[in-house]
């Protein structure tokens, strides 16, 4: 009763001492949510270029990145034990002397990514196509790594 | 030779227009270069994952759009492991200042690159003014 008068807010009852805590935190979460999450997909932002996505079915990995622009002899892929490592450039290259630049969003660069693949890889048969700018790399699992199915007796 | 930078990563830049779409589905700026020499303008823009049948280019009244669809990557069997890119569409809009001759636009998509080409009309080059020394109207004795 004492506490009651001491903490009299007129908006919120005194549950405990960290209520405002609470819902400071739980509105912190929803913003979170609104900025970075979509319902269904699990976002996490990269830190080394380029992003890729990693899926995997019962017998292979496939790691897909957008590599507009990046011709396929520009690239080398290379798998060492569980990594992956991708390396490349592109070069913007200038069209030619008098020309004037209204917008250049477009990066020149290169850039090296080395990938860690979470099971055991056949590095020996490693497959890369590149089409429309998409590079995909197909790593089949390693024998060991494929689920194995387990019958009931 | 100097040495090229690093790329750094760059998060796909949604559409943020007044606009809303019909389908759903996200849809994402394309990064573009536009330059211009005497006779022409050249836009190059990223969009991997459009193939050349799944690209729109329109240009009314001076207004070009381009738009790009994208089919899905992967299989219904595999599951997600690491996403750090979204799919989805391409859209971008520009108003063109020049004159433009229509009838001789040329499109080119390569490994994801849309090169457009859009020559300037006849009336829009630039043409060279030659300007001749003036003698002063009267002379200095």
Known sequence: MFARRLFDFPSVGWRHPFADFDRL???MDQLTQRMMGRPGLAWQPARVFPAINLTEDKGNFYVRAE????????LEISVTGKNLTITGERKTAPEGEKIRYHRKERDAGKFSRVIGLPADVDADNVAAKMVNGILTITIPKAEKAKP???TIN | MTDLKELQVKNKQEVAGPAEQTRPGIVFTPEVDI????RQITLLADMPGVAPE???IDLNDSVLSLTGEVKPFKDDDE???IVEFEIGRYARQFTLSEAIDQSKIEAKLDDGVLRLTLPKAEKAMPRQIAVTAGYPPYKVS
């Open chain 1, 148 to 150: 194995r199915q387990i």
């Open chain 2, 35 to 38: 330059f211009e020499d005497e």
């Open chain 1, 25 to 27: 935190s739980r509105q």
């Open chain 2, 79 to 81: 599951k997600n492991v």
């Open chain 1, 67 to 74: 590599l507009p622009g990046f011709k396929a002899d520009a």
């Open chain 2, 54 to 56: 799944d690209i729109t």
